[in-house]
């Protein structure tokens, strides 16, 4: 078993995968945290896909995708932001345009090269396994810095998620931590979409926080139970997918999913199960 | 606990001011009409010294509203330091908008606010705000404690865990409003009165030299009432300023010194005997006011209630006490 277990470990690619899973599962955990409490799943879900055309660009001039896709999808996290605090529209609606478009403009930017390239794809869908060692120290820079910050401001962000008047008038600036926290969301998509994919990168960062949510009714202990969901599900996802020779990605968040259906159906607080032995002993 | 020096002690005199006397642009209705008006309407000039050394709040000229929606205008009012207010006015009427423009959430369209001699935000450490409770998410993953450290965050800096003098602010807090056993509990296992304690709390362990309370005492037990409002008296005694809206106008009359009544523009200010003046009440509440018999009713649209259970309708009587 154990051997099983450790044989994949000899590729260094693999090794490099597990690292860069591990780095997403617990970047995407703490991030995800407070974007469920903050009603912004769908928020994370646009953001990623307006990293694409940021993707395709950087492609094409030969740059780091990276540094594409994070300036797409700042900017259009921040573009969101101040359009909602503008325009009288419902944050969901603006989300539904702004996503949509960019992500047709990166469609039309990838249709419009004339060869085909597998790279781009890999992107859309996750190619952990495909992750350099460049890719890969840049990767860690950026979710250290989201880490950082988090680590800095997990108080303020806190108070500013529960209660923003509150917060806002005893002196924090609720407004520059939304605008802090939607580039905090961009940069840890970023971090994640060529791990898990741009399609996929939302169950990231909701599926181990939702399913943390379900064990506790502490905030420190969500983000702690998320990040071990998060990093273990990562991993074991990951081989998974290669024993079984599937995608990476996509096992990582079929894993998640069964993870958090599993803690519906069998958890202490909200448990079906816990609920029907309520309803029999009663 | 009051050895800042900024903040004296309650004047033994009352200093009451009537609405619309800083009204830079004349546009107000005179406060009460023509008939003689108490003295607290009467105005005395106030110099810009006098009202910077009593004055924790000053609002001249206030207009603010929502997208195109006009929700105050042309307010003036000064609220002095170790006052005990009441701000009342039927649903709508810019309770809720009036605390968001001094607790500096809420930028006015037109007019100046001053807080402690600043504009809103400058001292923004010493407000503490509470929201009503329908805005919170009581589903959020805190407990008591959690809540009640809240009120310490401001203070502390980037990376700084709560310091034991937090801790014991949290503490002490929790005791005061009686809420100790419950450190432990998430919020939304809570009673509406241990909620409204448990908010109360957070504001106190923020050790705030202005509380701005939404609503604090609204659908509370009796008890809950009491004993909130006889925190908020013992804190006004050591001449800190608390604002709270409500719309139960006997405990305005019961509890607070002074009430503010409100209804887009300021009707009255002055001393809370001021709910039981029925011209004042027929000013503030307009249409909803029904005369009985010689007993004022009156009747809160429950249609635009933004906190009340559906369905449900509100009577007031103008006698403290009566509806009980």
Redesign the interface.
Same mark, same amino acid.
């Given at each position: 078993m154990i051997e099983t277990l450790l044989a994949p470990l000899g590729y260094e690619f693999f090794v490099r995968a597990l690292a860069a899973a591990a780095l997403v599962g617990l970047v995407c955990a703490v991030v995800g945290s407070y974007m469920i409490l903050r009603g912004l799943s769908y928020m994370g879900d646009a953001i990623s896909h307006a990293a694409f055309p940021g993707v395709v660009a950087a492609y094409l001039v030969s740059g780091p995708f990276y540094v594409g896709a994070a300036i797409a999808a700042v900017l259009t996290a921040l573009a969101i932001g101040w359009i909602g605090r503008r325009a009288r529209l419902r944050s969901d609606t603006i989300i539904g345009v702004l996503f949509a478009g960019m992500f047709g403009l990166g469609v039309l930017m990838f249709s419009a090269i004339p060869t085909y390239v597998g790279d781009l794809f890999g992107f859309l869908f996750g190619d952990v396994l495909g992750i350099g060692v460049m890719d890969l120290v840049g990767l860690a820079v950026l979710g250290g810095i989201v880490l950082l910050i988090v680590a800095a401001l997990w108080k303020q962000l806190l108070y500013a998620t529960f209660d923003p008047l509150g917060a806002g008038a005893s002196g924090l600036n609720v407004t520059a931590l939304d605008y802090l926290f939607l580039a905090i969301i961009a940069m840890t998509i970023v971090v994640s979409l060529q791990a898990v994919g741009i399609i996929l990168v939302v169950a990231m960062l909701t599926t181990p926080a939702a399913t943390a949510q379900l064990l506790t009714v502490r905030f420190g202990r969500l983000m702690g139970l998320a990040a071990a969901i998060g990093i273990g599900t990562a991993i074991g996802g990951l081989y998974a997918s290669y024993f079984l020779d599937v995608a990476s990605g996509a096992t990582i968040v079929v894993v998640q999913t069964l993870l958090f259906l599993a803690v519906l159906a069998l958890g202490p607080r909200t448990g079906l199960i816990a609920r029907m032995r309520q309803v029999r002993t009663a | 606990m009051t050895d800042d020096p900024r903040i004296g002690p309650p004047e033994p005199h009352v200093h009451a001011h009537a609405g619309g006397m800083h009204d830079p642009g004349g546009l107000a209705p005179p406060p009460l009409g023509d008939r003689a008006l108490p003295a607290y309407a009467a105005g005395h000039d106030l110099t810009a010294a006098h009202l910077e050394h009593h004055a924790a709040v000053v609002l001249q000229g206030i207009s603010a509203g929502y997208?195109d929606r006009l929700a105050l205008e042309n307010v003036s009012a000064a609220i002095d330091a170790g006052t005990l207010i009441a701000v009342f006015g039927p649903n709508g009427g810019g309770k809720s908008t009036l605390l968001?423009v001094i607790?500096?959430?809420l930028a006015p369209w037109r007019g100046t606010v001053t807080v402690f001699g600043a504009r809103p935000?400058v001292h923004? /450490?010493r407000?503490?705000?509470? =929201?009503q409770a329908e805005?919170?998410?009581w589903d959020?993953?805190?407990?008591c404690w959690?809540?009640v450290a809240?009120?310490r965050?401001?203070s502390?800096g980037?990376?700084?865990?709560l310091r034991a003098v937090d801790r014991e602010a949290v503490g002490s807090a929790l005791d005061v409003v009686g809420m100790a056993d419950h450190a432990r509990t998430?919020i939304g296992r809570l009673s509406g009165g241990q909620r409204r304690r448990v908010f109360l709390a /957070?504001a106190l362990a923020?050790e =705030?030299d202005l509380y701005?309370l939404d609503e604090p005492v609204t659908g509370v037990d009796p008890t809950t009432q009491e004993d909130l409002m006889e925190i908020l008296e013992a804190e006004a005694a050591r001449g800190r300023t608390v604002v709270a809206t409500t719309h139960d106008l006997a405990a305005a009359a019961e509890h607070f010194r002074q009430v503010l009544a409100i209804n887009r523009s300021v009707i009255a200010h002055g001393p809370s005997t001021l709910v039981l003046d029925e011209e004042v009440l027929a000013r503030t509440y307009g249409g909803h006011l029904l005369v009985l018999g010689g007993n004022t009713v009156l009747l809160d649209d429950a249609h635009h209630h933004d906190d009340a259970p559906r369905g449900e309708r509100h009577f007031h009587v103008d006698d403290p006490g009566a509806h009980r």
């Open positions: - | 997208d968001k607790g500096g959430l935000g923004a /450490r407000v503490a705000y509470v =929201p805005q919170v998410d959020f993953p805190v407990t959690d809540v809240m009120g965050y401001p502390l980037p990376f700084r865990g998430q /957070r923020a =705030p701005l």
